[in-house]
């Protein structure tokens, strides 16, 4: 893999700096992580190549100047402490800009302990208890995008469990749920697709 390729996977032009291709792994790495996307071939493999592709341009990516960090940083979904709100680009459909608040330290160490614990209960199936622990830090950081993401991915591991289980009509309020709380997730629109699919099937 080459260096062009590996800022591409990062969804960064090429010689981005250090603190930007950081900020672009998180992201996507909590995005494609195995334990939110259980049994997904696809997604493990994003994982990996974004993890290989993060470790090689740790020792080439080019450190930022004191003129760089005062430079508008590369919009990402996840919030960074920062003293003026960073702009995230909605990437489906609609030309409007979304403002990120940032978080307080209070505020980001609830969130990386919810993180932690919802990845546990996914792991683990425990979907109404994630999904209650994730509404909970949803109405607690209502400003926060990568919250409103593993909102909707609880919703739709739920509904997708529900298709298993042949309850149609709460499987596809689920779905519904999930697409509505993060309707510019492309991968997760193609997930929930799926789920439908499933779902007529039981027909």
């Known amino acids: 893999m080459n260096i062009a390729d590996c800022y591409r996977l990062l969804e960064l032009p090429e010689g981005a700096s250090l603190a930007r291709v950081k900020t672009a792994y998180r992201r996507l790495a909590r995005r494609y992580h195995p334990d939110m996307n259980s049994g997904d071939r696809q997604a493990k493999d994003k994982f990996i190549e974004l993890t290989a592709a993060y470790k090689q341009l740790l020792s080439v990516a080019p450190v930022e100047s004191e003129e760089e960090e005062a430079a508008p940083a590369e919009p990402a979904p996840a919030p960074t402490p920062a003293r003026t709100p960073t702009p995230v680009k909605v990437t489906r459909k609609s030309p409007r800009i979304e403002f990120v608040t ?3 330290e209070t505020e980001q160490q609830l969130k990386d302990i919810s993180y932690q614990q919802l990845q546990q209960l ?22 926060d995008p990568e919250v409103r993401q593993w909102q909707a991915i609880a919703y739709q591991r739920w509904g997708r469990q529900l298709v298993k289980e042949k309850q149609v009509e709460k499987a596809r309020s689920y779905l519904k749920k999930a697409l509505k709380t993060d309707p510019h997730n492309r991968s997760l629109w193609a997930e929930v697709e799926r789920d439908f699919q499933n779902l007529e099937k039981i027909y």
């Not at 683990?124 to 949803?138: D, H, M, T, Y």
């Open 122 to 143: 996914l792991k683990q199936r425990k979907f109404p208890r994630a999904i209650a622990l994730v509404e909970a830090l949803a109405h607690r950081i209502p400003q």
């Open 102 to 104: 940032p978080l307080s």
